[in-house]
């Protein structure tokens, strides 16, 4: 459990912490191998997520996702290029509910570079990223005493 003055502190740091779907790059699962490969590759993204049409989300998807899926299957380009991208889909990284609290955040966020958030009927809302954590714990290390005393427990049992 996170001490109450840091989980308010970091949640006043954390005004922006979920980037919304519609900011977001995101493919559809019936979207083919041919023009996700082409998209990843020209803006540089390493891992989108990927929705179903009615916004449910899937997984995520990378070049390696695609690639692998090819050489498990022996498939070509010309046979990889035209399939839809739901048979490559990633489901590894965990999603985590709109209405989590920040201590099942940042246990999930150990181990993947981004959350993607849905709510409740598995609609996709958007990402926390660790980076926005990482910079509400940087403010934490370095302005939590602007805000706050830092009383050792022994010294307060005294008074």
Do not use: C
């Amino acid at each position: 459990m996170i001490a109450k003055a840091f989980e308010d502190f970091l949640l006043s740091h954390l005004d922006n912490y979920l980037i919304p779907a519609e900011d977001l790059a995101i493919f559809i699962d019936t979207h083919n191998a041919d023009h996700v490969k082409l998209l990843l590759m020209s803006n540089g993204y390493s891992r989108v997520p990927v929705l179903t049409k009615d916004k449910k989300y899937v997984g995520t998807i990378s070049i390696s996702d695609i690639l692998s899926y090819q050489a498990q299957n022996q498939l070509n380009d010309w046979e990889v290029d035209p399939t839809d991208i739901r048979e490559m889909v990633n489901t590894k990284i965990e999603t985590i509910n709109e209405a989590a609290d920040l201590t099942e955040i940042m246990h999930k966020l150990v181990d993947f570079p981004f959350l993607p958030v849905v709510n409740d009927d598995n609609v996709f809302q958007g990402i926390i990223t660790r980076k926005s954590i990482l910079k509400a714990v940087n403010s934490l290390l370095h302005d939590f005493t602007n805000y706050y005393d830092i009383v050792p427990k022994h010294d307060a049992d005294k008074d």
